[in-house]
């Protein structure tokens, strides 16, 4: 998967084959380098004509010391293959169907992600919601039931005993004789439950954190 950028658009100097480079941007868009564009990277592109009878989609990779564009991969085109534009085209960084993770197709994650997890809070009874994002935690102080969630899903919900922690109930679980680590209710002791819903059936795990 390639980065993406928020409305770039610019024209080349120059016509033929050649890469990109940067003349000025498409009036109600941003170069490259004024959208955080970061050296080395790759950008999915189109870039086409006035006509549009020239058109290119492809993977262009960044220099920022030439603020130029390099054709990189040509996934399409209006020739079949690496366009020589009779004039100097417009360029769009503009992301393509293999950016995107969609329904019933595959894709390679090359990046890392960092998440925020969801603050519950105090527990009360609750029905674990993935709405809420796949990383949640809260505080056990009083006896609470958990229930499983109503659509496939994984959840990783961390709970910390607070001075007043009592027992955890669990409804509309299918589980086996072994569900982990047992559960306290001993001050300041946490627990990760990894909470899965597939095909309509939901489980969980306990992991102790003491």
Not at 95 to 107: G, I, M, V
Request: charged residues 10%; glycine residues 10%.
């Amino acid at each position: 998967m390639t980065r993406l950028l928020n409305a770039v658009q610019f024209a080349a100097t120059s016509s033929g084959t050649g890469d990109f480079v940067v003349s000025s941007a498409i009036q109600g868009f941003q170069t490259p380098s004024a959208d955080g564009a970061i050296n080395g990277e790759t950008y999915s592109y189109r870039a086409q004509n006035s006509s549009m009878s020239e058109w290119e989609i492809g993977i262009g990779t960044w220099n920022s010391g030439t603020s130029t564009l390099a054709r990189t991969t040509i996934l399409a085109s209006s020739t079949g293959s690496k366009v020589s534009f009779t004039a100097a085209p417009n360029v769009g960084l503009t992301p393509s169907k293999s950016d995107l993770l969609t329904p019933n197709a595959t894709a390679t994650i090359t990046k890392g992600y960092t998440v925020t997890p969801n603050n519950i809070g105090t527990f009360s009874s609750f029905t674990i919601d993935p709405a809420l994002g796949n990383y949640q935690y809260g505080t056990n102080n009083g006896a609470f039931t958990l229930t499983a969630p109503t659509s496939d899903c994984a959840v990783d919900l961390l709970v910390t005993n607070g001075a007043s922690a009592g027992s955890i109930t669990f409804s509309g679980f299918t589980v086996s004789a072994s569900v982990g680590d047992a559960l306290t209710t001993t001050n300041g002791h946490k627990f990760i439950i990894s909470i899965r819903r597939i095909n309509s059936v939901s489980t969980y795990i306990i992991k102790a954190l003491q």
